[in-house]
């Protein structure tokens, strides 16, 4: 199982990156995907989640109103876009997997619930 995550960068304050994650090895569409941070001293804390067929989203809400969580099951790929990006969205963002009946609209937030992680990819927002 490979979660690769990619996109993040050094932005300035106020604008915007879209990460990506491709996974293989996985029957994606049977797992909902989450994106987590970890910024440097901090626990891993949730930022987002999707279903399997994308019908149905959560967000943290540091970043609710800002971000979009979306999915390309032909892809396997899971992509997370956040806007106005501030200086304490500066971070290590991962992407995770976590297995669901497909008859389900649960989404969680914890991370100990999700099986796959992927390597992160550093996001780094300038003031």
């Known amino acids: 199982v490979q979660l690769q995550a990619s996109g993040g960068g050094l932005v300035q304050a106020g604008g915007f990156l879209r990460l990506s994650c491709a996974a293989s090895?996985?029957?994606?569409?049977?797992?909902?995907m989450g994106w987590f941070r970890q910024a440097p001293g901090k626990e891993r804390e949730f930022v987002a989640a999707?279903?399997?067929?994308?019908?149905?989203?959560t967000y943290a809400d540091s970043v609710k109103g800002r971000s979009t969580i979306s999915r390309d099951n032909a892809k396997n790929t899971v992509y997370l876009q956040v806007n106005s990006l501030k200086p304490e969205d500066t971070a290590v963002y991962y992407c995770?997997?976590?297995?669901?009946?497909?008859?389900?609209?649960?989404?969680?937030?914890?991370?100990?619930?999700?099986?796959?992680w992927g390597q992160g990819t550093l996001v780094t927002v300038s003031s």
């Open positions: 995770a997997a976590d297995f669901r009946p497909q008859w389900t609209t649960v989404i969680s937030d914890r991370p100990d619930e999700y099986e796959f």
């Open positions: 090895g996985i029957t994606f569409s049977s797992y909902t």
């Open positions: 999707i279903t399997w067929s994308g019908g149905r989203t």
